[in-house]
């Protein structure tokens, strides 16, 4: 009989403390839990918060957040969609579902969720920025340059935004604006390898190898590991005719990313300049499988 009024007492009490911890509550652990980069443990925070008021959209958004940094985009979206049902006023929801969905490959869904979010805060230049990076990726450059336009008047220190413009400006031609846009996004960020090896690119397509080779390698020496700029680096190196060296390019390109079918393509053309027939026909015959024809 002690031991049932023991048991009895210490579940009244346990109870008593949970009823202390508000959703409030619950949900500031999720925060510090989650800035702390422990994910899971927030996830069960926000999930506390949810259970003490289901209808906290903020507990919601955050676990959606949670959820996107492990790469659980599907239920990441879930948590989204929840948010917005209780505040479809709230600009971060739409916004933080359009960078999920961008995760996804789905861009035009992305834009939707980015221009509901433009609607409910025009000002935010994250939303502008997003919503031209997604329409880069489908090749609406035009309509990417606008919003990456918007993206730099609201904020002229978005060093991403500068880079996504240089970006969709190289691939218009507009190499001259393209290299200003980089520049800008260098400025910023001195350390931003991608706007670094998109400005090698721009230059080569300018015929100007020198300097490509230039920002390859800087590219390279921040980032080592991006398959794309060795490729970029053997190419301006093959038309300079410095065919070993862009062998050796070629090479680690195809070593970071056996599957980057130009790059043994390009690998191909420099071995057959050489001479290097079957190792030409080698890198031709790999191109192809993987479905590149020169």
Do not use: H
């Amino acid at each position: 009989m002690r031991l049932i009024c023991v048991l009895t007492i210490l579940l009244v009490l346990m109870t008593s403390a949970q009823c202390q911890q508000t959703a409030k509550d619950c949900f500031d652990q999720g925060v510090a839990l989650y800035n702390q980069g422990k994910y899971d443990e927030a996830i069960v925070a926000y999930d506390d918060a949810i259970g003490l008021d289901p209808n906290l959209a903020e507990a919601w958004n955050n676990k959606g957040l949670a959820l996107y940094d492990q790469g659980k985009y599907d239920e990441a979206i879930i948590a989204y969609d929840e948010a917005i049902r209780l505040d479809p006023n709230d600009n971060a929801a739409w916004y933080n579902k359009g960078n999920t969905l961008g995760k996804q490959d789905n861009y035009d869904e992305a834009i939707i969720a980015y221009d509901e979010a433009i609607r409910l805060d025009p000002n935010y230049a994250g939303s502008w920025r997003a919503k031209g990076g997604a329409l880069g990726m489908l090749s609406k450059d035009d309509e990417a340059i606008l919003a990456l336009d918007n993206a730099t008047r609201l904020d002229p220190n978005d060093d991403v935004a500068w880079y996504l413009k240089g970006d969709a400006l190289a691939r218009q031609g507009k190499y001259n604006e393209s290299i200003e846009a980089v520049d800008e996004a260098i400025r910023l960020n001195p350390n931003y390898a991608y706007a670094w090896e998109t400005k090698g690119g721009v230059l080569a397509m300018q015929g100007k190898y020198d300097e490509a080779i230039t920002a390859f390698n800087e590219a390279i020496r921040l980032d080592s590991n991006n398959a794309k700029t060795w490729s970029g680096k053997g190419g301006a190196l093959g038309m300079q005719g410095k065919y070993d060296e862009a062998i050796v390019a070629f090479s680690e390109a195809t070593r970071l990313d056996p599957n980057y079918a130009k790059a043994w393509y390009l690998k191909g053309v420099v071995f057959q300049a050489l001479g290097r027939s079957t190792e030409a026909d080698a890198a031709f015959a790999k191109a192809e499988e993987l479905g590149y024809i020169g």
